[in-house]
C-alpha cells in the first residue's frame, strides 16, 4: 500500500504543514505545482526532500485558483484546462529532475480532483495533458471517477485512491468540506478505518453503510491538523497488521 500526502502548499512567506515531518512517513508526495498552492522555490525543495527520502514525486495539479486554495470550481474551457495542466506539468518536472528524481504520477487537486469524478469535457482535457506529457505516467484519483475510465480507455495506466481523513457518501464520493464531520480529526479513529481499507477494501459512510473500495494509494492530508501524528498512527496502524508500504506500483522514483 502506498501512502501519500499533499505537500509544498505554501506560497511566498506563507508556509502550510509539515513537510519534512510527513515526508519522514509517507511513500508519495503529492506536490502542488503553483496553481492552487506552491511556487517555484517551494516546489524544488519539496522535490529536493522527497528525492533525498527516496519518496516518490506525484503532481498535484489543479484549477489557477490560489485565492481559494483551488477549492472552487471553474468552469474552464477544456482546451484551456490541457494547457494549464501541461503547464504544471513542465515546471514540476524541471524542479524534480533538478533534484535527481521525476514526476511519478498524476494527481488532480481538490475542486478539479471532485469535478473529474462526473465532469467529462474536464476529465479528457486532463487525460489529454498527461498523455502529451507522458503516455506512460500513472494517475491518480478516486474509484469510479469517470476521468479514471477515460485515461484507461487512453491507455494511461490507472492507480485507485481512498482518503484517510475524509468522511464518504454511500456513493463512494467524498462528503462536502462544508458540512460537519467531512473532515476527520482523531488519529486513532483514522488509522483504524486505514486498516479495513487496505485489508477488506471498505470504508464506512456517513450513513453507516460499507461502500467497497478499490484501493492502491491512501492520502492523509497535509493541512489537516496534527497531520504528521495521524501519518505516522496511520503507518504504524498499517505495519502492525501486515501492510506492505511503498510507492505505488509503476510510480517511478529514480530519474
Known amino acids: 500500500m502506498d501512502l501519500n500526502a499533499d505537500l509544498g502548499e505554501g506560497f511566498g512567506r506563507w508556509a502550510l504543514g509539515d513537510d519534512a515531518g510527513l515526508l519522514e512517513v509517507v511513500t508519495s508526495a503529492n506536490v502542488a505545482c503553483g496553481f492552487h498552492a506552491g511556487d517555484p522555490l517551494i516546489m ?17 495539479v489543479g484549477y489557477r485558483d490560489l ?3 483551488g477549492r472552487r470550481f471553474v ?19 524541471a524542479c524534480a529532475r533538478a533534484a535527481g528524481t521525476r514526476i511519478a504520477y498524476v494527481k488532480p ?12 469535457a474536464q476529465a479528457d482535457a486532463v487525460v489529454d495533458a498527461v498523455r502529451a506529457f507522458d503516455p506512460g505516467l500513472p494517475v491518480l484519483g478516486l474509484p469510479g471517477a469517470v476521468w479514471l475510465k477515460r ?11 481512498a482518503f484517510a481523513d475524509r468522511a464518504y457518501t454511500a456513493l463512494g464520493t ?28 471498505r470504508v464506512r459512510s456517513v450513513d453507516g ?34 501492510v506492505p508500504l511503498a510507492a505505488m506500483r509503476g510510480a517511478r522514483v529514480d530519474a
Do not use: K, M, W
Not at 487537486?109 to 467529462?120: Q, S
Not at 467524498?174 to 473532515?183: E, F, I, N, Y
Open 44 to 60: 524544488r525543495r519539496t522535490c529536493e526532500l522527497a528525492a533525498a527520502r527516496g519518496v516518490a514525486v506525484g503532481a498535484h
Open 151 to 161: 485515461a484507461e480507455v487512453a491507455g494511461l495506466p490507472v492507480r485507485f485512491e
Open 75 to 93: 468552469d474552464v474551457e477544456p482546451a484551456v484546462l490541457t494547457a494549464d495542466v501541461l503547464y504544471q506539468l513542465g515546471g514540476l518536472d
Open 67 to 69: 485565492a481559494g486554495f
Open 174 to 201: 467524498l462528503v462536502d468540506r462544508r458540512r460537519p464531520g467531512a473532515v476527520l480529526h482523531s488519529a486513532a479513529e483514522i488509522a483504524e478505518r486505514c486498516v479495513e481499507i487496505a485489508l477488506d477494501g
Open 109 to 120: 487537486h481538490g475542486a478539479l480532483y471532485n469535478a473529474l469524478v462526473t465532469h467529462e
Open 209 to 242: 453503510h460499507f461502500v467497497r473500495l478499490r484501493v492502491d494509494s491512501i492520502c492523509v492530508h497535509g493541512d489537516t491538523p496534527g497531520a504528521v501524528a495521524i501519518a505516522r498512527a496511520v503507518r504504524d496502524a498499517l505495519t502492525a497488521a501486515g
